[in-house]
């Protein structure tokens, strides 16, 4: 099984295996979650993660948008961690080259914020 393939990011856009998103997604081992949003916008909280959650991956690549405005507070990454997730936060462009790199890597998971 191949997980999902970023083609293409920019700003407020991403393709993946062919499909163009405008809002943020996370990509799971199987499919592409669309239209993900947050409580708090801009602050990622283990509520907006519930999903990911259940899927249990070793890896969450976070992607923080474009200009880095999406905060992972402390107390998110702790828990994460806590429940043996590595957790890699960067800008958004840096973190589709890292999900690519590391997508057969069958327990990552990409959650992405497409704009700021």
Request: with cysteine; glycine share 6%.
């Amino acid at each position: 099984m191949n997980s999902p393939k970023i083609e293409a990011y920019r700003f407020g856009k991403i393709t993946i295996d062919g499909m163009s998103y405008n809002k943020d997604v996370i990509i799971f081992p199987d499919q592409v979650m669309p239209n993900w949003w947050r409580q708090e916008g801009h602050s990622l909280s283990l509520v907006d993660l519930q999903d990911v959650l259940t899927a249990r991956p070793k890896v969450l690549i976070v992607g923080t948008g474009t200009f880095g405005r999406m905060q992972t507070p402390e107390e998110t990454l702790a828990e994460l961690q806590s429940r043996g997730i590595e957790v890699i936060t960067e800008k958004t462009e840096k973190a589709c080259q890292i999900y690519n790199q590391r997508r057969s890597e069958n327990t990552v998971i990409a959650a992405l914020h497409l704009t700021c």
